[in-house]
Antibody, heavy 117, light 107 residues
Framework: QVQVQQWGEGLLKPSETLSLTCGVY????????WSWIRQPPGEGLEWIGE???????NYNPSLESRVTILVDSSKNHFSLKLRSVTAADAALYYC???????????WGQGTLVTVSS | EVVLTQSPATLSLSPGERATLSCRTS??????LAWYQQKPGQAPRLLIY???TRATGVPARFSGSGSGTDFTLTISSLEPEDFAVYYCLQRSNWPLTFGGGTKVDIK
């Protein structure tokens, strides 16, 4: 059974770096995309970026200057770093992936990130 | 960036009724469109991908259609568990973009 677990610091101060990690267990996820999506409270979904099985990254241009997504295929882990956070970055952050599609069908439980001084 | 416009924003229906949700894209995305369902406190769930293919385990009452710029998600007969928010997503062009969502609530 596939499990997706994510972890990381949920309370940040302005200008700090958000750092989250996602672990995918129980399947082979090396062929498709590993993605990060966020959702501000009460709002819709925003795609942050993704990394493909061959290491190619694609980022949302609105965040590209501050975002890095990395993958460690040997551990089935991938990570998100978002630098210089502000209150506008407060949201529920999800990791997501697939073992057979170009669309995310396995999602983490979400990490609520709060930014406050 | 491809803009996705979902309508209506809210759809108020009764169990057993048919729901028709629309997603229009600002430029053609061919068939590279998916539909997700999100319930309160839960992560989104993939329902439909490539415009019309049901994801594993998705009931047959959910169907997707369309191509190019106009897409539709149809729920043939609403079950109580179908009341949720539905988002479309395009992955024809980077950045991937989501629609603003349609909330299907109980009338």
């Amino acid at each position: 059974q596939v499990q997706v677990q994510q972890w990381g610091e949920g309370l940040l101060k302005p200008s700090e770096t958000l750092s989250l990690t996602c672990g995918v267990y129980g399947g082979s996820f090396t062929e498709y995309y590993w993605s990060w999506i966020r959702q501000p409270p009460g709002e819709g979904l925003e795609w942050i970026g993704e990394i493909s099985h061959n290491g190619r990254t694609n980022y949302n241009p609105s965040l590209e200057s501050r975002v890095t997504i990395l993958v460690d295929s040997s551990k089935n882990h991938f990570s998100l770093k978002l630098r210089s956070v502000t209150a506008a970055d407060a949201a529920l952050y999800y990791c997501a992936t697939s073992d057979s599609l170009n669309y995310a069908d396995y999602w983490g439980q979400g990490t609520l990130v709060t930014v406050s001084s | 960036e491809v803009v996705l416009t979902q309508s209506p924003a809210t759809l108020s229906l009764s169990p057993g009724e048919r729901a028709t949700l629309s997603c229009r894209t600002s430029q053609s995305v061919s068939l590279y469109l998916a539909w997700y369902q999100q319930k309160p406190g839960q992560a989104p769930r993939l329902l439909i991908y490539d415009a019309s293919t049901r994801a594993t385990g998705v009931p047959a009452r959910f169907s997707g259609s369309g191509s190019g710029t106009d897409f539709t998600l149809t729920i043939s007969s609403l079950e109580p568990e179908d009341f949720a928010v539905y988002y479309c997503l395009q992955r024809s062009n980077w950045p991937l973009t989501f629609g603003g969502g349609t909330k299907v609530d109980i009338k």
